[in-house]
């Protein structure tokens, strides 16, 4: 891979003191899902309890609650069909950002059809918002290794930034030998490219970012894994949760296997109540705020 000039996650930010951290939300509901896929057939997407407008708001209080800045990274499908969850992520002073359209693996997709997708979503949340939209994060992380050439395309679509690659190893996605911290991968006047949060420990990537390992582990853990990132690599951590992990009366799918089921469920009625002392231990910002020097 190559990956040009390796790009401090801290830009911007004072050589010592508190770092800001990057707080973000991938905004799709519980049956979008890559996992629920085989279980939950698109053409059923219109006919499910759609959860996501309460949930969005009990985030956007919350933050409001701690006075935090956060990116969310939206469906099109989503802001489609509820634009006003989209006026209030942007009334907030939160950073609006693309999940693309219709939550399609990247991994999954033609060049063309994801240059229509994320061109697609890109102009729905701009038409919404009012606002232009410079960044991406690709659905379950699914840029890596063989399709490197997404970065390109969403640099050419106008994004300014994606957050698409998890430097672990995992079943379902990841790139180990990615760099750990923003870069950009075709040199400056490309793409630039935010990983997820990962912490190294005896040569090996640990998640450190969210999702479903923020649920798993120990919150002492999880808080013990930013403090090392932000004091040891002087770098911004990048964490990031779903508004359905937040939401532990959500629908329970059945005929799934024990490790999707595990995944999905574990410790959604803890969730909330974490991501609390989480922005009480650290300081918090909009990715755009802290990576693209808007501040």
């Known amino acids: 891979m190559q990956t040009g000039i390796t790009h401090s996650g801290a830009q911007g930010q004072a050589a010592s003191g508190p770092i800001r951290n ?43 609650e701690r006075d935090v800045k956060a990116t969310f990274f ?7 069909r509820y634009p006003q969850v989209v006026r209030a992520i942007v009334d907030g002073g939160h950073e609006l950002a693309s999940h693309g359209y219709a939550h399609l693996r990247a991994s999954d997709q033609s060049a063309e059809e994801f240059r229509d997708d994320i061109s697609r979503s890109k102009a729905l949340l701009e038409d919404i918002s009012g606002q232009q939209v410079l960044g991406y994060r690709a659905p379950s ?38 760099p750990r911290f923003a870069f950009y991968p075709n040199g400056e006047d490309g793409l630039l490219e935010v990983p997820i949060t990962t912490v190294r420990v005896m040569d090996r990537n640990f998640p450190a970012g969210g999702g479903g390992y923020f649920r798993f582990f120990p919150y002492a853990l999880s808080r013990w894994f930013i403090d090392k ?39 959604l009625d803890r969730m909330e109540t974490r991501l609390r002392a989480l922005t009480r ?10 990576f693209l020097h808007k501040s």
């Not at 050439?149 to 079943?171: C, E, K, V």
């Open 229 to 267: 990132v932000n004091r040891d690599d002087r770098q911004a951590g990048i964490f990031y949760f779903h508004p359905w992990e937040i939401d532990p009366g959500q629908p329970r799918q059945h005929g799934v296997g024990f490790k999707t089921r595990f995944r999905h469920y574990v410790n």
């Open 22 to 64: 990057a707080m973000t939300i991938d905004v799709e509901d519980y049956f979008q899902v890559s996992a629920f896929a085989p279980h939950i057939p698109r053409e059923n997407w219109n006919s499910m309890d759609c959860r996501v407008e309460r949930n969005v708001e009990r985030i956007l209080a919350l933050l409001k």
């Open 141 to 178: 992380f699914s840029i890596g290794t063989r399709n490197l050439w997404a970065l390109d395309t969403l640099r050419n679509a106008g994004y300014r930034y994606s957050s698409s690659i998890y430097p672990i190893q995992h079943d379902h996605y990841g790139m180990p030998d990615a």
């Open 74 to 80: 939206t469906l099109g499908w989503i802001a489609e």
């Open 281 to 290: 231990d650290f300081q918090w910002d909009r990715m755009d705020n802290i």
